[in-house]
């Protein structure tokens, strides 16, 4: 897991990469991808779903109410299709530029990704998700969207799923390439966040040092996995 810290006001224009070629979606296929009428299939870039759990007809209910038949413009860093063979893009629905992503957020219906690039794409979907939280939308409207740090049981529950933690770090310490942030006193048991060494400098670029976070509470995302205890 990555922490993600709030954001400003993003710009008018967030999220516009590299133009991709668009088209009419035709059908909706998981609670973030979709296909359009010429075959090709699309990821919905920076989000993950927020109810995995829910039955597949009632997942995709939201992302086709608002893309079916509609004309969308596709942006991203690329157009090299994903290990399933999807494009993965910023999608805006036409003719009105909405930018679904944020429409998904905003709902309650998805979270933002910690992998986003970009300051301002990042702060606009993290406000999208905020006024969701705020307003208690979606996902938002259940008090333990945000698993407590301090349950780790809780946590372990969700077991390769994507979850937002929240709790105090107690200590910060490096094991060969890995970063761990501790958020107990027993590294078998307690949660923890792991922090490859490829990721510090991207942390470094935005002004983050992972001792400066012992003692401060703050939320991580990412997917849980079991390593003696809780990881992200």
Known sequence: MVPLSRSGIASAAPCAFEEQDGGRVSAVIDPRSFRLEDGREVRLAGIEPAFPDKPAGMQTQTLAALLVGRE???????????????????????????????????????????????????????????????????IWADPAAIKNAESPGDILAGIGRFMLVEGTVLSVRQA????????????????????????????????????????????????????TGPRN
């Open 72 to 138: 969308v413009r596709l942006s991203g860093e690329d157009d090299a299709p994903d290990r399933y063979g999807r494009e993965i893009a910023f999608v805006w629905r036409l003719p009105g530029e909405t930018l679904v992503q944020r429409d998904l957020l905003a709902q309650g219906e998805a979270l933002v990704s910690p992998t986003v690039d970009g300051k301002d794409c990042t702060a606009a979907l993290m406000a999208a998700e905020e006024s969701a939280r705020d307003a208690k939308r979606g």
């Open 176 to 227: 060969g390439a890995t970063t761990y942030l501790n958020f107990g006193r027993n590294w078998t048991r307690d949660f923890a966040v792991t922090i490859p060494r490829q990721a510090l400098a991207n942390l470094a670029a935005a002004g983050l040092v992972p001792k400066s976070l012992e003692n401060k509470r703050i939320r991580v995302r990412g997917f849980v996995e079991a390593r």
